[in-house]
């Protein structure tokens, strides 16, 4: 059966070689992500950007304390690796019905303010 696992326990999957987009390197990983937007344009400006940077600064710490950087290409590379991972996973979760699409979309959005991170440092 298409989307299931063959063995004793036929698991639901979802086909990577359908979603897998090709490997990302340290140049299409830093080009992946937008620039941080203008954040002097007022009161009307857009939070995310702001918010964007603290988690980037916060991601960063966390590396550091680890003796890495996401300033560095490899580091960043393997980063955005990860990142595609968990947005598989939440993928995953929508497909199986294990969460509704508000939450979805908020977990999703997240991710991509953290995909952001090695570019806004």
Do not use: H, W
């Not at 897998?20 to 080009?31: E, G």
């Not at 497909?95 to 806004?120: H, I, K, V």
């Amino acid at each position: 059966m298409p989307g299931r696992a063959s063995g004793t326990g036929a698991a639901e999957v979802i086909d990577l070689a359908r979603r897998r987009p090709t490997t990302p390197t340290p140049a299409t990983a830093a080009a992946a992500a937008p620039a941080l937007a203008d954040t002097a344009a007022g009161p009307a400006a857009d939070p995310a950007p702001a918010a964007n940077l603290s988690l980037a600064i916060t991601v960063e710490a966390l590396y550091k304390a680890r003796g890495q950087t996401l300033t560095d290409p490899d580091t960043a590379c393997a980063y955005a690796t990860a990142i595609e991972a968990v947005q598989l996973m939440l993928d995953g979760a929508r497909a199986r019905g294990l969460t509704d699409e508000a939450t979805f979309t908020a977990l999703s959005g997240m991710l991509t303010g953290m995909r952001e991170s090695p570019q806004l440092l």
